[in-house]
């Protein structure tokens, strides 16, 4: 397991030296890497949503070809990340495409020209100082379902909990003022 603490003074370093934009790139990129691999994911299973100053959307942040896709209603029934913020709730079900959710972004043809639908997904709040701020998604996406990996376990549901609420603080001193998708890569 990639350690977390090490890695966490390997971002405070980053975001003091590099200037807002550049941070806020190498921590959710960093981020990214460690989920990838402490649950060896692929880097398109790795979403970090964030709130708009307003509260009203979430706004894809990773992975990175969704960034200008769209943004998600905090209001939606149907979007597990919209459920997740409101109510705060960690999500882990290993059946997900039996489950009522927003595919929309399932339907986004990846950057190697798939259409990979994610089968199994955890999910929770990132928050820093009482606040929530996004959610982050880590799903097993594939073309078929047999291709999709292990199932989720409740270990990697504390793994996630856990660690968002040491990446939360950083990130949210890195995110771009009045955040809202469509960034520039």
Partial sequence: M??????TENLK????????????????????KFYMENLVLDDDEVAILLVDKDKTVLSFCQPQYLVNSGMIPISSNEAIASEVYR??????????????HLNIFETIKTPENEVKPIWKMI????????EK???????????????????FTQEDLTLLRESQAKFG???????????RGKLNA
């Fill in 87 to 100: 109510h705060s709730k960690d999500y882990i079900e290993n059946n997900f495409q039996q489950q009522r």
């Fill in 123 to 130: 999910a929770c709040v990132l928050e820093a100082d009482d």
């Fill in 133 to 151: 701020i996004g959610v982050i998604e880590i799903s097993r996406r594939a073309v078929q379902k047999n291709m999709s990996g292990p199932d």
């Fill in 2 to 7: 990639k350690d977390i603490f090490l890695l």
């Fill in 169 to 179: 603080p950083m990130l949210k001193r890195v995110i771009p003022e009045n955040f």
């Fill in 13 to 32: 370093h980053e975001i003091s030296t590099n200037s807002k934009e550049n941070a806020f790139k190498i921590v959710i990129k960093e981020i990214t």
